[in-house]
C-alpha cells in the first residue's frame, strides 16, 4: 500500500510568516504534486516535481515555492503567507508509467 | 472553458437507487481518465480509471465518449456508503499531470 504522510493536519498561521508543509512518501515514487483545494474551484496544481532537485510550475505557483532535496519527500513552502492562501493542501505521488495518483490527507491551512 | 466540468449537484437519492453523473472536458488530446472519490474532510481516492470500451467494478461502472468528449459514472443499487464527492479526472497526452473536475456532491437517503 502506498502511504504519504502530511507534517500537519492542521495549522494556522499569521500574515506574513514562513510556513513549510512536508509530504513523505514511502513507495520510491519519482513523482510528487502539491495541490490546493478550494470550495467551488476543486483541486488546483501548484507545483510538481519528477525527480529529486526537479520542479515544474503548475497552474497557480504565485506565493509558493518546492523543495525536493530528497526522493521521499517534498516540501511546499509559502515565503510570506497571507489570508488569501487559506486552503487545504494536499500532496500526492504517483509512479514514472502510471497516471494514477495517491493523495496524503491533507493538510487545513488557516492564515490570519 | 473550465478544462474539465462537473454538475456539483449536490444529488440526493434514495437507497438502492441508481444514480448516473457526467462529465465533459475540452482537450481532445486528453488520454487518461478517471473518477475519484472524496469523502467529507478526507483525501481523494482512485476509484476506477475509464477505458474506451467501458469498464464495470461491481455496482460502478464507467463510460468514456471521445467524439462527444464526455465521460460517466453509474452506480447501481446506491448505498449509504456511496456518499461522497465524486470527482472526475483527465490527464492530457504528454502532459504527467492530471486535471480534476470540482467535483459532483452524492447523498445516498436511507
Known amino acids: 500500500d502506498v502511504k504519504v504522510t502530511q507534517s500537519s493536519r492542521y495549522l494556522v498561521k499569521r500574515t506574513g510568516e514562513k510556513v513549510f508543509l512536508e509530504c513523505v512518501q514511502d513507495?520510491?515514487?519519482?513523482?510528487m504534486f502539491w495541490y490546493r483545494q478550494d470550495p467551488g474551484l476543486g483541486l488546483r496544481l501548484i507545483y510538481f516535481?519528477?525527480?529529486?532537485?526537479?520542479?515544474e510550475k503548475g497552474d497557480i505557483p504565485e506565493g509558493y515555492s518546492v523543495s525536493r532535496e530528497k526522493k521521499e519527500r517534498f516540501s511546499l513552502i509559502l515565503e510570506s503567507a497571507s489570508t488569501n492562501q487559506t486552503s487545504m493542501y494536499l500532496c500526492a505521488t504517483a509512479g514514472t508509467y502510471t497516471d494514477t495518483q495517491y493523495f496524503g490527507p491533507g493538510t487545513r491551512l488557516t492564515v490570519l | 472553458r473550465k478544462e474539465v466540468e462537473q454538475d456539483p449537484g449536490p444529488f440526493n437519492v434514495p437507497e438502492g437507487a441508481t444514480v448516473a453523473f457526467n462529465c465533459t472536458y475540452s482537450?481532445?488530446?486528453?488520454?487518461?481518465f478517471f473518477w475519484y472519490r472524496q469523502d467529507c474532510r478526507k483525501e481523494p481516492k482512485l476509484l476506477m480509471s475509464v477505458y474506451s470500451s467501458g469498464n464495470e467494478d461491481g455496482r460502478f461502472t464507467a463510460q468514456l465518449n471521445r467524439a462527444s468528449q464526455y465521460i460517466s459514472l453509474l452506480i447501481r443499487d446506491s448505498k449509504l456508503s456511496d456518499s461522497a464527492t465524486y470527482l472526475c479526472?483527465?490527464?492530457?497526452?504528454?502532459?504527467?499531470?492530471?486535471?480534476f473536475g470540482q467535483g459532483t456532491r452524492l447523498t445516498i437517503n436511507p
Open positions: 482537450n481532445s488530446a486528453s488520454q487518461s
Open positions: 513507495m520510491d515514487h519519482e513523482n
Open positions: 516535481s519528477y525527480d529529486v532537485k526537479m520542479k
Open positions: 479526472v483527465v490527464n492530457i497526452q504528454g502532459a504527467q499531470k492530471l486535471v
